[in-house]
């Protein structure tokens, strides 16, 4: 069974950078769409950027040309690496995959970012 563990979390000043990183345990996961989401205190859980498994990406508006989605399919590893982080970032950040007709969520790290 897959199980997905998200890391690279914590605080931040404005203008900072962080990288998180998802980890999958279990089958490959290199064939299937796998995403970044967040949810801020008392939002809606909403779509940061996702990747297919031809590697075309899609990101939300409000962090298009910050943020960068990639994996690494060889280590199994899904990532986000997040530049000009704004207070606004702040934000539990999920990680999930999408496999046939279940979509798998990790636990979640949580980024604040300070300004």
């Known amino acids: 069974q897959v199980q997905l563990m998200e890391s690279g979390g914590g605080l931040v000043q404005a203008g900072g950078s962080l990288r998180l990183s998802c980890a999958g345990s279990g089958p490959t996961l290199k064939i299937w769409t796998m995403a970044w989401h967040r949810q801020a205190p008392g939002q809606q859980r909403e779509l940061v950027a996702s990747?297919?498994?031809?590697?075309?990406?899609n990101y939300g508006d409000s962090v298009k040309g910050r943020f960068t989605i990639s994996r690494d399919n060889a280590k199994n590893t899904l990532y986000l690496q997040m530049n000009d982080l704004k207070p606004d970032d702040t934000a539990v950040y999920y990680c999930?995959?999408?496999?046939?007709?279940?979509?798998?969520w990790g636990q979640g790290t949580q980024v604040t970012v300070s300004s």
């Open positions: 990747i297919n498994a031809a590697g075309a990406t």
């Open positions: 999930n995959v999408k496999i046939l007709f279940d979509t798998l």
